[in-house]
């Protein structure tokens, strides 16, 4: 079993719709969460990022942390065919040696239809 | 604005050749990393640095090695090419080690480069 279990889709939607992207994970120790978007032949960037439990919002996304179910979730409101892309969520644990590194989803492809 | 850089954004190779890529980082960040991404497989680890001169093992260094004579540059060393290689090789690097006060530990990506191996 992986450690963090994302969606891969692809996923389609029309403009304008709310787009939930989601990833469980199994290790207890994570404790800082990211979501990266990335283009078509790019790298990925960096969209969100939270720590521990709760909600964030940046525009029209909000990123939101449930550690109690483990359980992560990146809200898209009002979408917009430039959101489309591969979404993937990313996490870390706090403990000194493995902090560096980050365990990512696979990704789930994203396409809003205009 | 942090600037991942790779040398190469597409390159074509013959197997049993010896590939370098190249990253090179502006922010003074300790931590680089190189990952290979695969259609299904997500990004797969393959070496880490923290430091100069220092390497780590990620989940797949096998036909692989890597090389950090200075801070700001990271090699990926494939010394003999295999058409399994044939893949999108991102690089990242990110700051120091997190704390229990400064726990942010996201890495920033360069455009990746996409390697064909015939």
């Known amino acids: 079993q992986k450690e963090v279990e994302q969606d891969p889709g692809p996923l389609s939607v029309p403009e304008g719709a709310i787009v939930s992207l989601n990833c469980t994970y199994s290790?207890?120790?994570?404790?800082?969460f990211m979501w990266y978007r990335q283009y078509s032949r790019k790298g990925p960037e960096l969209l969100m990022y939270?720590?521990?439990?709760g909600n964030k919002e940046d525009g029209r996304f909000t990123a939101q942390v449930d550690k109690s179910s483990k359980y992560i979730s990146l809200f898209i409101r009002d979408s917009q065919p430039s959101d489309s892309a591969t979404y993937l969520c990313?996490?870390?644990?706090?403990?000194?040696?493995?902090?560096?590194?980050?365990?990512f989803g696979s990704g789930t492809q994203l396409t809003v239809l205009p | 604005d942090v600037k991942v850089t790779q040398s190469s954004r597409y390159l074509v190779k013959r197997t049993g050749e010896k590939v370098f890529l190249e990253c090179v980082q502006d922010?003074?960040?300790?931590?680089m990393f190189w990952y290979r991404q695969d259609p299904g497989l997500g990004l797969r680890l393959i070496y880490f640095?923290?430091?100069?001169?220092?390497?780590e093992k990620g989940d797949i260094p096998e036909g692989y090695s890597v090389s950090r004579e200075k801070k700001e540059r990271f090699s990926l060393i494939l010394e003999s090419a295999s058409t399994n290689q044939t893949s999108m090789y991102l690089c990242?690097?990110?700051?120091?080690?997190?704390?229990?006060?400064?726990?942010?530990?996201?890495?920033?990506f360069g455009p990746g480069t996409r390697l064909t191996v015939l």
């Open positions: 990242a690097s990110s700051f120091g080690t997190p704390s229990f006060t400064s726990p942010r530990s996201e890495q920033f």
């Open positions: 640095s923290y430091d100069v001169k220092m390497k």
């Open positions: 922010m003074d960040h300790e931590n």
């Open positions: 990313a996490m870390s644990a706090r403990s000194s040696g493995s902090a560096r590194q980050l365990t």
């Open positions: 939270t720590y521990s439990s």
């Open positions: 290790n207890s120790a994570f404790q800082y």
